[in-house]
């Protein structure tokens, strides 16, 4: 079981390559390290099981990865792998693309494997609810991005804080319940590839899928985004 990660939330003007780097070198080749690692003797054996505790971020961009941030920017993850949801259509650009790269590596390793009896499952939290969502978002509004234009640093820290915020009150799942997913995938006679842990997120992920232009899906989130309260209790009511 691989949960190694760290995240980046922030404006992408404000992000050095080098610190890009820093996120690859943990969730993306972290992950590749694991699965060499065990890799040769599974598939000698001709059995195995990898699991990846990846995030619905690596399916769908315009979704947030909630991550405790240390400097203002970024931290490593601590216990269950953690994303929030349709609050984040922009700042976690970084993030966003080594999921994609973890999920892309993987979905290819696991039709190669399927001769060797071994298997790969994804496993794609929504929002976890931890100690440390407080301090991320106390850290992160004091937070300056140098680089960035003044509506950019706006817009993240009246809009989007407070939605996420929302969100993870709202819509966020215990620690205890995703570590009850991975068993439970863990312990599949046929282990699915991608599982999502939150259903409420599996018709946000359908959508990428519905239209081949891409437009509905990010139309979606932008409402969302701007929406997402008045949208939220209306559907609850």
Partial sequence: VNNAGVGHVGPVESISVEEMK???????????????AVLPEMKQRRSGHIVVVSSVMGLQGEEEEGLPVTGGVVGPKRGVSQSSGPAGIVFNDVYAASKFAVEGFCESLAVQL??????????????????????LMEEVSRSEFPGSDAATVRYFKEVYLPASHEIFATLGQSPAAVAEAIVEVIGARRPPFRTQ???????????????????LSVRTYYQLLFNYGTLFHLSMG
């Fill in 22 to 36: 820093r996120v690859f070198e943990t969730n993306f080749f972290g992950a590749v390290r694991m699965i060499k």
């Fill in 197 to 215: 842990t939150n259903r409420l997120y599996t018709p946000l992920v359908a959508l990428k899928y519905a239209d081949p232009s891409g437009d």
């Fill in 114 to 135: 399927l001769q060797f009896d071994v298997f790969v499952s994804m496993v794609e939290p929504g929002p976890v609810n931890t100690d440390f969502e407080l301090k």
